[in-house]
């Protein structure tokens, strides 16, 4: 089932020490900022739930996974204020993961595109079927994956950010992913990754909070920049949005 609101949705249910946490939208499961920010509050929030050892991030339905940003906000761009208000909201929700107590589970069960590689990238582990292909599409509607660089950077390295960011039309596979370090498992079905998945949540429920916090903020080392960073970067790209060859490439996909 898939939600049908327009603002999208998103819930958490705790059970045995695991939040599970499911965002969805109508179209492809991307992101309005309403629902970035409701994200980010959600995961913050999580962090600080004593009654939580980890969390599962995942997204309605079977197919797309995440379909990245809200197009229609993104054409409505008309200020620079406005720009790096959009590009501010995975920045948002990344800082919000880089910084939580908690470990975060990806469950990526099919394709995603630019922001929700940035999601993907900011878990902590991630499971993925076949079906999670990955493409960064930024650089073809001229703009560039900025926001999301550092994290698919540390997960990945900076020679696959570079062939996922240069050609931005072409889909990269589960296994490729997989490959670079992005996933950490990849299955052929999603009923056989979910049961692998609730094998994992029930030993990190299991385990001692103090330690998954403390090894969660050392995997971290070296990101306490990125608050700025990412700010930056959302200024960066909110001032592309509104750039000619821009806005003559977004007309075209609108059409």
């Not at 309005?32 to 994200?39: H, K």
């Not at 056989?192 to 403390?214: G, T, V």
């Amino acid at each position: 089932m898939t939600t049908e609101r327009q603002n999208g949705s998103l819930y958490t249910n705790i059970e045995n020490r695991i939040a599970y946490v499911e965002f969805g939208h109508p179209a492809s499961n991307s992101f309005v900022s309403e629902l970035l920010d409701r994200l980010a509050q959600t995961i913050s929030d999580l962090s600080k739930n004593v009654d939580v050892n980890a969390i599962l991030l995942k997204s309605e339905g079977e197919k797309a996974f995440c379909a990245g940003a809200s197009f229609d906000e993104l054409v409505a761009i008309s200020n620079l204020e406005e720009g790096k208000a959009f590009f501010s909201g995975f920045a948002k929700v990344i800082n919000a993961m880089r910084v939580c107590s908690k470990p975060i589970i990806g469950r990526i069960q099919g394709k995603t595109v630019g922001g929700g590689v940035g999601l993907a990238s900011a878990c902590d582990y991630v499971y993925a079927t076949e079906a999670a292909a990955i493409k960064l599409s930024e650089i073809s509607i001229g703009i560039g994956p900025f926001v999301i660089a550092p994290a698919v950077e540390r997960k990945i390295g900076k020679a696959a950010l570079a062939e996922l960011s240069f050609y931005p039309t072409e889909w990269k596979n589960a296994y490729w992913a997989k490959e670079k370090g992005l996933y950490a498992k990849v299955y052929d079905s999603i009923s056989e990754m979910d049961k692998n998945i609730e094998i994992h949540l029930e030993k990190l429920a299991s385990y001692n909070p103090e330690a998954l916090a403390a090894m969660k903020k050392v995997l971290w080392e070296g990101t306490e920049n990125w608050s700025q960073t990412l700010a930056d970067r959302a200024a960066l790209s909110g001032k592309l949005a509104l750039s000619e060859a821009t806005k003559s490439a977004l007309a075209k996909f609108k059409k």
